[in-house]
């Protein structure tokens, strides 16, 4: 029944070269721009809720421990789905798990915004949130087989971007939503309109070059880097690739701890941000939440730069941009926490930087983790980083909560700050990483 | 030329983005130790800008000061600079030292170090001289723009010269197989002098307030002395972290800007001088292992020449003497009745025996002959046999793990002559009852023991004299060492390099 789900197998190769350049230049444009519409409309029923929230407290449906709960369930599941819908979406056609995916997510947003009862909010949420897995692996499964190494980082980042442009328009349309007409009406049109998506996906989505009948986007360029990746161990069985490759993969494991770490901070200033500026620094929340939407800006282009940056200046190796970025985060942390003006524009500008510096790793991470996996587990290995991500996204719930309970705003900034710091210092091996391979010939000279 | 203008673009578009973003972070992080929004951009994004401009070719120092401009600009509109104009005339005045270093030939890193530090002291003591002339305080600009030079150029240089010496490539699949390189004893060393640095900062109590600032010296000359400048700078910026956490929230900005400046100047002086030493001593080393080379080439050359000659002598003389002998055995032969004719012919014939004789001996001394037919094991049991050891009722012990191929000539020839020489030495003074020979392999050496129970050493006879001189210093020219003792009986011990150089060619 589910047979069209599964990921066709390769066609018989289309000889003519300037067919074959005609529909990669065609799909690669095409695919690029519908992941881009799809992942930022995931970001419409993910955050749906979020911002649909005011108006459920002022209502008297839930309360803030409610939420937090329904938070961390969210986070959590979220995070397990990724992986595995990462494991069965190597294996899957990206053209309908995503569509099929967004559609779900929108018909359980429009049930969310039918439903009156905390337990099936519960219920709906976690399920929603397993939809929202469906998201990501397939976007990195057509990232590595339609982009090729050299040129990947400029094309992922500006995928990447889907991220910041759903998270800024989001707030924007449910708010407005929920002003007018209620927060029901503020979970029901986002559904609509993923279910719209989810359709149009189906229609415009594509799966693998080989699928199609084209070569391998390696072969296609000539990237020589690509074609090494593709031939790594071709002979091995999907269960071996995930074992050897990614389980037993000792760098993807740094990735993940990387990526908890990354996100920690990244949720913390998301989550916490609108709290942060109306409580301390005495803000409404309308402009509470514009500055938080600076960093969705900030994260949009330091994205851009990450990605760009590394293929250009350090070859396609994601470690160096990563230490950089990494090392912003901290100072951008530090100046947020010790900003003396309360302007909106200072502490607006301090939100952006912190998510300029964010948005590259929580980037390069997942691109790297692709990258240094099997060609044909690069859902996998990105959503075996997913998973550890959104770990940290729930530590930065309700025990970071706990933690301001104690030692209050200092101790939110201590605890961001030296995640931060520890993210950085998870990198060094994976820039020592490459080091044996420069330096072999003199290393095997030496006596 | 189209492409390679939008490349400029691009990178400089990026680059600029990084410096703003890392400018307005330090800015805000300077604010709180300045006081002032003026004053805080003397500090950190003082030594920001200084520090990138250094480092970074120059067709990108346009886009970068055009950034600070902007920014300045904007910041002035946001929170009020008025000085504003002041920091940007100050940082076009610095280009002048900043081109200036870039000038400079430099070939060591302790040399980059010293024009790092010249360039900041300039650097900032034009800005400062800006601010003096504009009627401001112009000490407190020259606190401030030393401090936060010193402290982010030298973060700046540790970071991109890590950054650009490896050739980045990037990274695939293949990284499966490679081990993580942990370097678990460093990172160690790193954090638990960080955390020893920032217990002394926030944990000592105030009666010993005078003891605290000695302890930022500490960990720089530990890690100077361990990983060179990169270790001081990099322990320097720990320490800066140390000291801002440890004494941002009491109220003595004065005084912490001046720990900063001190420590940040250790840092790079102490880093500079040990850098210095490192470099002579790595030289030094690099010149000794070339002389010790050389020496063993030579010993090495030495012994192929002699082979070629013993060769060459047992050969020709060898057959021409027989010649000779034969031919006056037959002039004998054809006058027989001839007794002047007999009598020459013995007299030949007696003459070419004893050049025989001599010849033999002659080449017994240039080399062992036994060393170009057997085994070196074999030659030091004939060695045995030859000098009647038993006969003289001595026992003897040879217990040989030594394989020929892994000796190279001069090897072989040397511990045969350490043989010769020890046994020679026992028959004549030692009055021993037994003798043992070890030789074996010992990870990296080659030893070999010469022990009996005789007498040891007569009182006035030192080992140089003792027939072993030249053979000590050949063992010393292989790189090897002999060592002497007569504790009970004598003990010989000689120790050579494990491994086999290169045969000379020809």
Known sequence: MLSFMRSAPPQPLIRDQAEIDASYRHWRLHILLTMYLGYAVFYFTRKSFNFAMPDMLADGMLDKSDIGMLWTLFYITYGCSKFFSGIISDRANPRYFMGLGLMATGVINILFGLSSSLWLFAALWVANAFFQGWGWPPCSKLLTSWYSRTERGFWWSAWNTAHNVGGALIPLIVSTIALQHGWRYGMIVPGIIAILTGLFLCWRLRDTPSAMGLPTVGEWRQDALEIAQQTQDAGLSPRQILRKYVLGNPYIWLLACCYVLVYVVRTAINDWGNLYMTEQRGFNLMSANSAISMFEVGGFIGALVAGWGSDKLFNGNRGPMNLIFAVGILLAVGSLWLMPFFSYVMQAACFFTIGFFVFGPQMLIGMAAAECSHKNSAGAATGFVGLFAYMGAALSGYPLAKVMEIWHWNGFFVVISVAAGVSALLLLPFLKAQAPRTQSPEAELAP | ?506
């Not at chain 2, 410096?19 to 604010?31: D, E, H, K, M, T």
């Not at chain 2, 010649?323 to 027989?336: C, D, E, K, S, Y």
């Not at chain 2, 057997?374 to 012990?397: C, F, H």
């Open chain 2, 1 to 506: 030329m189209i492409s390679r203008l939008a490349s400029y673009v691009a990178i400089s578009l990026a680059a600029s983005f990084i410096f703003a973003a890392g400018w307005f972070c330090l800015w805000s992080i300077s604010l709180h130790l300045a006081g002032s929004p003026i004053r805080a951009g003397l500090l950190f994004p003082f030594g920001l800008r200084l520090g990138l401009l250094l480092q970074s070719p120059i067709a990108y120092w346009p886009p970068l000061l055009l950034c600070e401009s902007l920014l300045l600009y904007w910041l002035n509109q946001e929170v009020g600079l008025p000085l504003w104009p002041l920091i940007q005339a100050g940082s076009l005045l610095t280009l002048l030292p900043l081109l200036i270093a870039r000038r400079q030939q430099v070939r060591n890193d302790w040399q980059q170090l010293l024009v790092l530090l010249a360039t900041v002291t300039v650097a900032a003591l034009l800005q400062s001289l800006l601010w003096h002339l504009a009627g401001e305080d112009g000490l407190t600009a020259l606190l401030l723009t030393l401090t936060g030079g010193l402290t982010l150029t030298s973060t700046c240089m540790l970071i991109w010269h890590y950054l650009t010496r490896a050739t980045w490539v990037p990274l695939g699949p293949a990284l499966v197989d490679q081990p993580v390189d942990w370097r678990f004893r460093h990172l160690v060393w790193y954090l638990l002098l960080f955390v020893l640095s920032l217990w002394l900062q926030l944990g000592l109590p105030d009666s010993l307030v005078r003891f605290t600032p000695f302890c930022l010296a500490i960990p720089i000359m530990a890690m100077a002395w361990r990983y060179g400048w990169q270790g001081a700078l990099l322990a320097t910026l720990m320490n800066t972290v140390a000291l801002m956490a440890g004494q941002a929230w009491h109220e003595h900005p004065l005084d912490l800007l001046l720990s900063l400046l001190a420590q940040s100047l250790t840092g790079l002086l102490l880093g500079a001088g040990i850098q210095r030493q490192r470099e002579l001593n790595q030289a030094l080393t690099r010149q000794l292992a070339h002389n010790r080379q050389l020496t063993e080439r030579l010993l090495e050359t030495e012994e192929s020449i002699r082979k070629e000659v013993a060769r060459e002598l047992h050969d020709d003389i060898g057959q021409t003497i027989t010649a000779i002998r034969t031919q006056a055995g037959i002039v004998w032969r054809l006058a027989p009745d001839n007794a002047g004719v007999g009598q020459s012919s013995a007299l030949i014939e007696t003459l070419s025996l004893g050049i025989y004789d001599a010849v033999r001996g002659l080449l017994g001394r240039l080399r062992p002959r036994q060393l170009d037919d057997m085994s070196l094991e074999q030659a030091v049991r004939g060695l045995l046999r030859e000098l009647e050891l038993e006969r003289r009722g001595i026992v003897t012990r040879l217990e040989w793990q030594l394989a020929d191929e892994g000796l190279s000539d001069a090897q072989r020839v040397t511990l045969f002559r350490v043989c010769q020489e020890g046994l020679n030495n026992v028959v004549k003074h030692a009055n021993a009852s037994s003798v043992t020979i070890r030789a074996h392999r010992q990870a990296e050496r080659l030893l070999l023991l010469l022990e009996d129970d005789g007498c040891g050493l007569p009182e006035h006879r030192t080992p140089q004299g003792y027939g072993l001189l030249g053979i000590r210093e050949r063992v010393q020219a292989l790189g090897g060492s002999l060592q002497l003792s007569c504790i009970h009986g004598t003990q010989l011990t000689v120790a050579l390099p494990n491994r086999k150089r290169e045969e000379p060619h020809g």
